[in-house]
C-alpha cells in the first residue's frame, strides 16, 4: 500500500508539470527540425505507418541492440586477435 501510495504521488507530480516537460521537448525539436519538417513528422507519426512505427520501435530497437551487440563483440574480437598478430609479426612480445 505504502508502494502504490508513493507510485501515485509521484505520477500525480509529474502529470502535474507535463506543460514543462512539453515545454522542455519543444525546445529540443525547435533546435533541430523547421517549422515545415516538424509538420512533416506530425503528418507520420498520425498515419498508419506512423502508428505502426511508434508500437514496433520498442521490439525493433530490442532486437536490433541485442544483434549490435553481437556484432561489435565479433568484430572488435577480431581486432584485437589481428592487432596482437600484426605486433608479434613486427617483433613486438605480447
Request: charged share 20%; aromatic share 8%.
Amino acid at each position: 500500500a505504502v508502494i502504490a501510495k508513493l507510485v501515485s504521488i509521484v505520477r500525480d507530480t509529474i502529470i502535474s508539470r507535463d506543460d514543462q516537460l512539453l515545454q522542455i521537448y519543444a525546445i529540443a525539436y525547435a533546435r533541430h527540425f523547421t517549422i515545415d519538417e516538424l509538420h512533416t513528422l506530425a503528418a507520420f507519426y498520425r498515419s498508419e505507418a506512423g502508428a505502426k512505427y511508434i508500437h514496433e520501435i520498442p521490439v525493433l530497437m530490442k532486437e536490433v541492440g541485442a544483434l549490435g551487440i553481437s556484432y561489435l563483440q565479433s568484430v572488435i574480437s577480431q581486432a584485437v586477435q589481428d592487432s596482437i598478430q600484426n605486433m608479434r609479426a613486427q617483433g613486438v612480445k605480447i
